[in-house]
């Protein structure tokens, strides 16, 4: 049986190869009702999948005993706590280990699943990943990435980082560049891709000096990294054709991930406004009703819910917290694709590739096949 991308993208990959994958399932707000129904929407279109869960066993067993598609594909780990929304970091890491969140960790750290999946506390979930996993070779700081929708012919670009640390200096931002492309590479099959640095303007001029010299770095890599840098990009760029991933800061990403995620539900919520206004407007949101529900599918973020931690010996997945089954099926189904294409290991080859300054160097004799 051959097994397909459900991300972006959609090139195939070979099989059959059982996958696991690692799931939290008590971190997120709708419960683990929510995250179980996600995963029996994933089980249905990837018959290859199995999910070690991690949580309440008593909660998790009749919720998954009622759902056909987990039959024989789910064992459950009984965690008694729970990481809170609120939990400090620093507290998970003395007090945690009992928590659902931990385990999801732990059985990746252990090769028991390929890819942990959480809709938990971010800062948590980051910290917990970089004590147990640990940072990759060559990688200062691991930074988050996720998929933006835009005119691109594959639909979506790459941007990065998007919340692991709001701070990042010009080594930084190039691990970011390395990395950015070769998430590209392997899940949207952009054999080159093309890499822009956020900024405040497009000309060289503009930006502080980290950005300056991030930007000096970057266009140096090019080529061990393969891909083309095409300079300094802006805001509006984000959606547009002209990049295929967007590097920047985590307190900048976050900022433009969140404000996008409000604009998107602010215009759905004026066009079902304005297709109530009228019997005329309504007529009209009947006779558009499936170009409509095709742009509104195209924009929904649950389709492309799920931000990677990039970086680590290991690979996470950070789910929406608000995440509904939707949701965490795109997450899951994310989870599975980047398994199969034994993307930290090609991440990892990208990264020893190309040396860069103030970070470890490791051998430089590994290539990225993709």
């Known amino acids: 049986m051959t097994a397909r991308m459900d991300t972006p993208g959609g090139a195939a990959t070979e099989g059959p190869r059982k996958t696991t994958i690692s799931v939290d399932a008590m971190g997120g707000d709708r419960g683990p009702a929510a995250v179980v129904a996600g995963l029996a929407l994933s089980a249905k279109a990837n018959p290859d999948i199995h999910f070690i869960l991690h949580g309440d066993e008593a909660k998790l067993a009749p919720l998954v005993a009622r759902r056909p598609a987990l039959e024989g594909r789910v064992a459950i780990r009984h965690a008694d706590d729970v990481v809170t929304m609120n939990d400090k970091p620093a507290q ?5 280990k009992n ?7 732990e059985a990746v750290r252990d090769h028991e699943a390929d890819v942990a999946v959480s809709c938990g506390n971010t800062g948590a979930l980051m910290v917990i990943s970089m004590m147990r996993l640990r940072k990759m070779a060559g990688v200062n700081r691991p930074a988050i990435a996720c998929y933006w929708p835009s005119k691109n012919p594959a639909g979506f670009n ?8 709001v701070r990042a200096d010009a080594t930084d931002l190039l691990q970011y560049a390395l990395m950015g492309a070769s998430y590209a590479r392997n899940s949207l099959g952009l054999e080159r891709p093309r890499v822009g640095l956020l900024n405040v303007g497009t000309e060289e001029h503009k930006g502080g000096s980290e950005i300056k010299a991030a930007a000096e770095l970057i266009a140096a890599a090019t080529e061990a990294g393969q891909f083309d840098f095409v300079g300094n990009v802006e805001g509006s760029d984000i959606p547009s054709a002209k990049v295929d991933v967007v590097v920047t800061d985590g307190f900048t990403g976050n900022v433009a991930l969140k404000t996008a995620e409000g604009t998107a539900r602010l215009f759905k919520g004026f066009f079902q406004e304005a297709f109530k206004a009228s019997i005329p407007a309504r007529l009209g949101a009947l006779l558009a009703y499936r170009q409509m529900k095709a742009l509104m599918t ?5 389709h492309v819910n799920g931000g990677v931690f990039l970086g680590l010996n290991g690979t996470v997945v950070k789910s929406h917290g608000g995440a509904d089954a939707t949701g965490i099926a795109a997450a899951v189904n994310l989870a599975f694709d980047l398994a199969r294409h034994n993307f930290n290991d090609r991440l ?7 040396a860069t300054p103030g970070a470890e160097a490791p051998g430089a004799s590994a290539e990225e096949t993709s």
């Not at 790459?158 to 640390?165: F, I, N, R, Y």
């Not at 990892?348 to 190309?354: D, E, H, I, L, Y």
């Open 92 to 96: 998970v890491l003395r007090t945690g």
């Open 99 to 105: 928590t659902s969140m931990w385990s999801t960790i």
């Open 158 to 165: 790459v941007m990065l980082d998007v919340g692991a640390d």
């Open 298 to 302: 195209r924009t929904d973020p649950r």
């Open 348 to 354: 990892a080859a990208r990264v020893a590739s190309v």
